[in-house]
Each structure stands twice: as C-alpha cells, then as structure tokens.
C-alpha cells in the first residue's frame, strides 16, 4: 500500500488512506471491556500497522493470542490459528482475560454472535468494532457514530 495522505475520524481510532481510487480504513485502537489498547498489544503488524490483539479460547479449552489484520477486509492473523473452521470460540481481552462483551446475534442464519472491541475508551456500542465468535466466519463490522462502516466498505469495494 502506497497512501501520501490520511485523515483520521473525529475520534481518531481510525485512518481512512487513499489508494489511487480506494480507500482503505485502518483501525488504530480498539479497547477491551476494561480500557486495554489492544491495537500494538504485540509487536506483530501487517504492512507496517500494528495488529489488534485478542485472546481465544476454544471449546476444548486451548487458548492462545490472534493477532488481527488492522486493514478492514484484510483476513490475515496470526498467532493461534490452528483452530477448526467453524468452531464457536469465546473471545477475551489478553490483558485480563475477561471476555469481550456480546453485542448480539450477526444476523446472518449462521448461529453466531457478535463481540464488541471499542473504538474509543468511552466503550459504547455505537463505536465498536464487532467481533464474530465463529473461527473463519468473515461478518465482522465496524460500527462508529451507530453507523456501519462495513456496509459502506460494501458499496464502495477496497
């Protein structure tokens, strides 16, 4: 990725960069249920951006560090990956281990809920990107002012 320029949202958790004629949107800090920055948790990036950082835990009680892509659409992770498609994991901060607080059901038929990572440290729901608890199930959003920034990512492909 090539960006000369970025503007930051009125919060400033997130870069919109230019891209000959796309956009691309970076999140550059999410919160746990307790105020932890999970973006830059770890020294793991992707294509120089620090990764978001959550704690999974899966049904037979493995649990490990996903380092997330912080490029909206990007579904690169890394870390503790070796883990079924389709199995429902319970999503955590991995600096108290608590878990994310549920949003509610995706909407989707598929059975999965959405977890919430706060794009501001007033950690409302209205700001947040949502986190799907089924491994490999891509129906994250980012939501900020109660808007959904994934639905305009689908009208305006990256």
């Keep these: 990725m090539d960006a000369t320029a970025h503007e930051t949202s009125a919060e400033g958790h997130a870069h919109l960069l230019p891209h000959s004629d796309r956009v691309t949107v970076v999140i ?37 560090l996903v380092h997330l892509s912080p490029i909206y659409g990007d579904k690169r992770k890394r870390g503790f990956t070796d883990i079924a498609p389709g199995t429902r994991c319970i999503l955590c901060c991995p600096a108290t281990g608590l878990p994310l607080e549920k949003l509610g059901p995706v909407g989707d038929g598929s059975g999965a809920d959405h977890f919430a990572l706060y ?13 799907s608890d089924v491994w490999d199930h891509h129906e994250s959003l980012i939501i900020d002012d109660a808007a959904d920034i994934s639905y305009w990512g689908q009208v305006h492909p990256i």
């Design 28 to 64: 550059t800090q999410a919160f746990g249920p307790e105020g932890h920055n999970l973006v830059g948790y770890s020294n793991v990036t992707f294509n120089g951006y620090p990764a978001i950082t959550v704690l999974v835990r899966t049904p037979e009680g493995r649990e490990g």
């Design 119 to 131: 794009l501001t440290t007033k950690m409302l729901s209205g700001h947040a990107i949502a986190l």
